[in-house]
Structure formats: C-alpha cells, structure tokens
C-alpha cells in the first residue's frame, strides 16, 4: 500500500470491544475518550481490537492483535489463580494465530507487582513467576497506566499496530485482503 492508502485506512479504524466488558459508566466514558467509533462483538481472545475499510471491505485485526485490559493487580491475581484456566486458553488461542496480546495493567506498577503490593493473598513469588512466564509464554506486551491514561494508551496501541502492518505489509494481512477480496468477485 501506498502511504495515501495507509493514510485513508487509518480514518477507516473502528474499535472493537468483547461482548464480555461489563457495561458500566466507567466503561463508557473510557471508550468515548478513546475517540474511534466502536461495536460490540465477541472477541475470542482479549478486551479490545479494531478494523479498518480498505477499498469498501472490512479488515479485522482481530486475529493479529488485541489488548486485555485489567483494572488492577488484583484482578490479573484473580487471572492467575482461579481464574487461570479460562485465562490460559484464551492467551493459547492467541498464540496459536500469531496474535499479539498486550497486557495493560492499569493502576500498577512493576514495583507493586514484584513487592506484592497488592490485596489478593496470592504469594508475591507466585504472582510474578506466573506474570514473567505469561510473557514469555505468550510474547505478550505487559504496559503499566493508570486509568485515566487507557483510553489513549488503547488508542495509540490500535493505530500503531494498524499503521506499521500495513506499511511493512503484512504477509497475514495481504492474505486477508486478498481473501475479502476474492469474496467479493465471486459473490
């Protein structure tokens, strides 16, 4: 793609948010100040992704990125302990499609996590045992906010992501397209 075409792409992006984010006021305010129009939709792995138009067909990045969002150290505690086999399957299908998965933690820090300051009992050595083995396990992207940062932390993961596989043109993506393109001429 040209970068006029990647330009004219990235006005196209829509957020995609799993049907499984509890809607609250605090869901909502965070996905108006992420500022791209959105749907709700199942998401097979993590809390949000994104499509963009590209010659009047939409491309999902779905299978190539998502961001699972955690409010808190206790909440990824709760992920690791009795929360973990559901947690492990849906990072295992991210990592059987290739798929990125960055971890945004929000209200935390790496202090915070190594020192166990947190409010689960979850053993502070267990906690980032299973935190350091999820990265590597899964290449997983681990980013630290606090809240009120989300929305635009987000909001420049999707457009980043977006941006640099369609300007390194992206073997998986150029297969989508061609894919969405051949249904097209035969429909």
Same mark, same amino acid.
């Given at each position: 793609?040209?970068?006029?075409?990647?330009?004219?792409?990235?006005?196209?992006?829509?957020?995609?948010?799993?049907?499984?984010?509890?809607?609250?006021?605090?869901?909502?305010?965070?996905?108006?100040?992420?500022?791209?129009?959105?749907?709700?939709?199942?998401?097979?792995?993590?809390?949000?992704?994104?499509?963009?138009?590209?010659?009047?067909?939409?491309?999902?990045?779905?299978?190539?990125?998502?961001?699972?969002?955690?409010?808190?150290?206790?909440?990824?505690?709760?992920? @690791?302990?009795?929360?973990?086999? $559901?947690? &492990?399957? *849906?990072? =295992? #299908?991210?990592?059987?499609?290739?798929?990125?998965?960055?971890?945004?933690?929000?209200?935390?820090?790496?202090?915070?996590?190594?020192?166990?300051?947190?409010?689960?009992?979850?053993?502070?050595?267990?906690?980032?045992?299973?935190?350091?083995?999820?990265?590597?396990?899964?290449?997983?992207?681990?980013?630290?906010?606090?809240?009120?940062?989300?929305?635009?932390?987000?909001?420049?993961?999707? @457009?980043?992501?977006?941006?640099? $596989?369609? &300007?390194? *043109?992206? =073997? #998986?993506?150029?297969?989508?397209?061609?894919?969405?393109?051949?249904?097209?001429?035969?429909?």
């Amino acid at each position: 793609m040209n970068c006029f075409d990647v330009k004219d792409a990235l006005k196209t992006i829509q957020l995609l948010v799993d049907t499984r984010e509890r809607d609250t006021k605090a869901f909502r305010q965070r996905v108006e100040r992420i500022e791209l129009p959105y749907k709700r939709q199942k998401l097979d792995f993590g809390d949000y992704s994104a499509t963009i138009i590209i010659n009047g067909a939409e491309i999902s990045f779905e299978r190539f990125f998502s961001i699972e969002r955690k409010m808190s150290l206790d909440e990824l505690c709760m992920c @690791y302990g009795r929360d973990r086999r $559901r947690f &492990e399957r *849906e990072f =295992e #299908r991210a990592k059987n499609l290739n798929a990125k998965i960055y971890l945004l933690i929000e209200n935390a820090t790496m202090e915070n996590a190594l020192n166990g300051k947190y409010k689960s009992k979850l053993n502070k050595n267990a906690f980032t045992a299973s935190l350091f083995a999820w990265l590597a396990r899964y290449d997983c992207q681990l980013i630290f906010c606090k809240a009120e940062s989300t929305p635009r932390v987000i909001r420049e993961i999707i @457009y980043r992501e977006i941006k640099e $596989r369609l &300007e390194q *043109e992206d =073997e #998986r993506l150029l297969q989508q397209i061609e894919g969405v393109r051949n249904r097209e001429t035969t429909a």
